[in-house]
């Protein structure tokens, strides 16, 4: 008789994993509370939980952070066509699937003002899923600021701007040129094109 063989899953995964579906699970909600959703009529009432990319933990990197010095205060534009008030934070640099990446975080100079977003960062980006699985404009992740010269970047953890939904009731940041990653990331929320945009 052969001896069985017991396997755990490793303490850190099974709690990056619990962090990935406690992700979806609020974003669901999010969706479900007609005080927060951007879902209208037969949208709001028809929506059930977002669908997702199956969870892949390849998708979350423990990227190289380097800080921007001194940045500039600089309007970014957004989808209705106005602008909202942005600095640069910093750039993530990561490698996915054997080539390196750079990304370039935000801070909105609004939220930084406010006590409880004062360490919120803002990660707009577009990889070769747009106008595929995911929503054409791009994606967004948020992080906090981080303490060392590392930043982890779960982009099972990305979604999709409101405007995705409800073009006529968002103003959303357009993501900039240098943030468009030359890959397909199938990871975060997948896109149903059933909304009015």
Same mark, same amino acid.
Do not use: W
């Given at each position: 008789?052969?001896?069985?063989?017991?396997?755990? &899953?490793?303490?850190?995964?099974?709690?990056?994993?619990?962090?990935?579906? *406690?992700?979806?699970?609020?974003?669901?909600?999010?969706?479900?509370?007609?005080?927060?959703?951007?879902? $209208?009529?037969?949208?709001?009432?028809?929506?059930?939980?977002?669908?997702?990319?199956?969870?892949?933990?390849?998708? $979350?990197?423990?990227?190289?952070?380097?800080?921007?010095?001194?940045?500039? &205060?600089?309007?970014?534009?957004?989808?209705?066509?106005?602008?909202?008030?942005?600095?640069?934070?910093?750039?993530?640099?990561?490698?996915?699937?054997?080539?390196?990446?750079?990304?370039?975080?935000?801070?909105?100079?609004?939220? *930084?003002?406010?006590?409880?977003?004062?360490?919120?960062?803002?990660?707009?980006? $577009?990889?070769?899923?747009?106008?595929?699985?995911?929503?054409?404009?791009?994606?967004? *992740?948020?992080?906090?600021?981080?303490?060392?010269?590392?930043?982890?970047?779960?982009?099972?953890?990305?979604?999709?701007?409101?405007?995705?939904?409800?073009?006529?009731?968002?103003?959303?940041?357009?993501?900039?040129?240098?943030?468009?990653?030359?890959?397909?990331?199938?990871?975060?929320? *997948?896109?149903?094109?059933?909304?009015?945009?």
């Amino acid at each position: 008789m052969k001896p069985i063989i017991c396997t755990f &899953p490793e303490p850190i995964k099974s709690k990056e994993i619990q962090e990935i579906k *406690m992700f979806q699970n609020n974003l669901n909600k999010e969706y479900l509370d007609k005080a927060e959703t951007p879902l $209208r009529g037969d949208n709001f009432a028809n929506f059930k939980q977002h669908p997702f990319f199956p969870i892949d933990l390849k998708y $979350r990197v423990n990227a190289k952070f380097i800080k921007t010095e001194n940045p500039k &205060p600089f309007d970014l534009p957004t989808s209705s066509g106005k602008s909202k008030s942005y600095q640069e934070f910093g750039k993530a640099i990561f490698n996915l699937e054997g080539k390196s990446y750079t990304l370039t975080i935000y801070q909105s100079l609004d939220l *930084m003002k406010m006590e409880k977003y004062k360490d919120y960062l803002f990660l707009p980006f $577009r990889y070769e899923t747009n106008n595929k699985e995911t929503y054409g404009g791009g994606k967004y *992740m948020d992080l906090k600021i981080p303490e060392g010269d590392t930043i982890i970047l779960d982009f099972n953890q990305s979604y999709q701007p409101f405007c995705a939904y409800n073009a006529y009731d968002y103003n959303c940041p357009i993501v900039p040129e240098q943030n468009k990653l030359p890959v397909e990331i199938k990871a975060g929320v *997948m896109y149903e094109d059933i909304y009015h945009h």
